[in-house]
């Protein structure tokens, strides 16, 4: 019924219904979910699983660094599922919308389902991918002036997401859903400005204490 609500609201306003195109659709789509429930109820198990075959071949650096990010992404992924499952019925009321007027809205059920799923699971890792940017630090890969240097690229992106995925009428859901983004963005910067300062400073001491001049 969750699921199934946001075509309840669109059916009040036009001739909106989902389809079961085969006998055994509904039975097979029930434990779709099933299984997609059982996966996401299960994952500390499973992640711990992954977690304890990996942690052995790492350097005390390196588990460092992945649980960091373990614990740090798996509540921000769930943040973002939360945020994506509260646009859903914008998303699909303002999608529904472009249909000529006077037609029917008539949706397969498994196809709406993957929608769904995957506009959740879209947000989520959205809400993630500033922890890649501060793990891409880290280690080396990105340093903080060249995160902040595509700022105005990841605000522009993050608008027009927000735009995409709520009806422009509701500002307000917009701004829901872009301000914790734009926000996890710029502290990602700011941890990555602070772990090169923490960096160069380790360095300059290494080189002070070695006696080697400095390097420019």
Do not use: C
């Not at 097979?28 to 699983?49: C, E, H, N, T």
């Not at 009321?93 to 699971?121: C, H, Q, R, W």
């Not at 993050?158 to 709520?166: E, S």
């Amino acid at each position: 019924d969750q699921i199934s609500g946001p075509i309840t609201e669109v059916a009040k306003s036009r001739n909106a219904v989902l389809n079961f195109s085969q006998v055994t659709s509904s039975f097979d789509l029930r434990m779709q979910i099933a299984i997609y429930v059982g996966i996401f109820l299960s994952s500390p198990i499973w992640l711990y699983q992954i977690f304890a075959f990996l942690v052995p071949g790492l350097t005390g650096k390196e588990k460092r660094y992945t649980f960091g990010f373990f614990f740090t992404a798996i509540p921000l992924f769930l943040a973002g599922a939360a945020a994506g499952w509260y646009v859903l019925p914008h998303i699909v009321t303002l999608l529904s919308s472009f249909a000529p007027e006077g037609s029917a809205s008539i949706m397969d059920a498994k196809d709406y389902l993957n929608f769904v799923l995957k506009l959740v699971l879209a947000v989520g890792v959205a809400f993630v991918l500033p922890v890649f940017l501060v793990l891409l630090n880290f280690i080396g890969i990105l340093s903080a002036k060249a995160i902040i240097k595509g700022w105005r690229l990841a605000i522009l992106s993050i608008t027009l997401f927000t735009a995409i995925a709520t009806p422009a009428a509701d500002v307000f859901s917009m701004f829901l859903l872009a301000i914790p983004m734009v926000a996890l963005y710029f502290l990602a910067v700011g941890i990555a400005f602070w772990h090169d300062a923490v960096g160069a400073k380790r360095q300059r001491r290494l080189e002070s204490e070695l006696g080697s001049p400095g390097i420019a």
